[in-house]
């Protein structure tokens, strides 16, 4: 179980130096959802260094942050604990890990309709979201009263170089998949 | 006259076209000029950097060029869209390899992180200044008791320093305090709205942004007051959210400088949460 090579993993694609956590808890003390979390997040870093990348990769707790960043603000080692919490999803979903799937899927969503209009399509990415997880009626009444003020946006807003746009997604797959190899 | 290159972002065009109309109001009374940046796209808010880092990098990155084509300030009202280009910017003109990267990725655009990204706060009093509004405002907001509600990303900017504060700001507070309003002391500044949850939890926004109003309730104040989009659009959805209580209405900054200007406010129709008893309380001067 332990994988002495997470550690460096984490650091190498992050930038932070997750090491030098001495638990403080300020991360944990400050944070707005940690009651919606299955482990604390001083716990996750220190579950980084020990090297328990399944404890990790298949907590509930890095699908819970907001991303305000409140943990990473108060960092006394300078740790952005939110960035760090950010890369871990990248790996879950790599490794088919994921506690939760509904937050990686409104992200891809949300971006699938800047990758095609150039801006956030709202009503676009909310209709695809609700068939995503077939419940379509559940905010009917919240999405009337925001049409009803005028607060959704009907159509999409296209941009004019939908063509770039589509080009800049391409181009960053494409690297990806380069760098990858 | 000075005219602010302008980055609406998805929110000012849609959900908050209030906030375009109050500050355009309020813009032109002290003439300050604004160009939209042609052909603007989104700047890959979180789901950008968190699906991929550079697809975030490159989505703000793309309007930081158009930006660099045009002038040397960026005013980008939104929290998120004002977050995510400040980190941009800054990455890009320190990191020699990212910007080769997203460079290849813009071309033909290029962008080099030289435009100075700028907020709502910084534009007024860069431009206008606390002892301008309180000699131009029409209207006593003597008996409005409002809360300042900065929300998390419009300080909290990660390895670099922010324009005020991070945990503790008040820049807000003192152009509140010029228009007149009576102004609370309170601590939920930089208490987080539920953010980006309101459709994939809806309860976890529904307890974070209550929290929030249960709080400015308890110090009675008349209102909330922010600059950003997103925690305005999660305290006003409150009703829907499934609130039963009573929900105090909640103001974009601007909206306080309309009611001291001009004693109403443009957006009254889009508020969610009523304004009307609040606006009431407006005297003039």
């Known amino acids: ?181 | 006259m000075i005219t602010l290159t302008y980055y609406p972002g998805c929110s000012l065009k849609t959900s908050s076209r209030f906030y375009e109309e109050s500050f355009k109001a309020v813009f032109s009374f002290f003439g300050i000029g604004h160009k939209e940046l042609e052909d603007w796209s989104c700047c890959g808010a979180s789901a950008g950097r968190t699906i991929d880092e550079r697809i975030g990098y490159a989505l703000a990155a793309r309007n930081l060029a158009l930006a660099e084509r045009e002038g040397h300030q960026l005013f980008a009202p939104c929290s998120a869209c004002y977050n995510r280009s400040m980190i941009t910017n800054s990455n890009i003109r320190d990191d020699r390899e990212l910007r080769e990267e997203i460079n290849k990725a813009l071309y033909p655009l290029q962008c080099t992180g030289t435009v100075e990204v700028k907020n709502i706060i910084e534009v007024l009093h860069d431009h206008v200044g606390i002892e301008t509004i309180a000699q131009r405002i029409s209207y006593d907001l003597s008996s409005i008791r409002v809360v300042p509600y900065y929300g998390c990303v419009l300080t909290r900017i990660m390895k670099m320093d922010a324009f005020d504060d991070k945990e503790d700001p008040t820049s807000m507070d003192s152009l509140i305090w010029s228009s007149g309003m009576e102004l609370l002391n309170w601590p939920y500044k930089m208490e987080c709205c539920g953010a980006s949850k309101t459709l994939t939890n809806k309860d976890m926004t529904l307890k974070l942004s209550a929290r929030i109003m249960d709080m400015a309730l308890s110090l009675k104040a008349d209102a909330i007051v922010t600059p950003c989009p997103l925690c305005q659009m999660n305290l006003d959805l409150l009703p829907y959210l499934g609130r039963t209580e009573k929900n105090l209405p909640v103001l974009f900054l601007t909206e306080v400088l309309e009611l001291a200007l001009f004693g109403t406010l443009k957006g009254t129709g889009s508020h969610i949460i009523p304004v009307d008893e609040m606006v009431k309380k407006v005297k003039k001067q």
Request: glycine share 8%; with cysteine.
């Open chain 1, 1 to 181: 179980m332990d994988d002495l090579g997470f550690l460096h993993e984490v650091e190498k694609s992050t930038g932070e130096k997750v090491s030098t956590c001495y638990q403080c808890y300020k991360c944990t003390a400050g944070c707005p959802v940690v009651a919606d979390m299955d482990i604390y997040p001083h716990r996750i870093i220190r579950h980084i260094i020990l090297g328990n990348r399944d404890t990790v990769l298949t907590s509930k707790t890095i699908w819970t942050c907001l991303q305000c960043v409140t943990c990473s603000v108060r960092c006394p080692n300078d740790i952005d604990v939110a960035g760090v919490f950010d890369a871990l999803r990248k790996i879950s979903v790599r490794e088919g890990k994921m506690a939760e799937k509904d937050t990686w899927r409104f992200d891809e969503i949300f971006l699938e309709s800047v990758r095609r209009h150039g801006r956030l399509h709202e009503m676009e990415a909310i209709l695809r979201y609700k068939i995503d997880k077939k419940d379509l009626f559940s905010d009917t009444k919240m999405g009337m009263g925001m049409l009803k003020k005028g607060r959704i946006g009907l159509l999409p807003h296209n941009i004019k170089d939908r063509k770039g746009m589509k080009e800049i997604f391409k181009k960053i797959e494409d690297e990806k998949v380069r760098g990858s190899e």
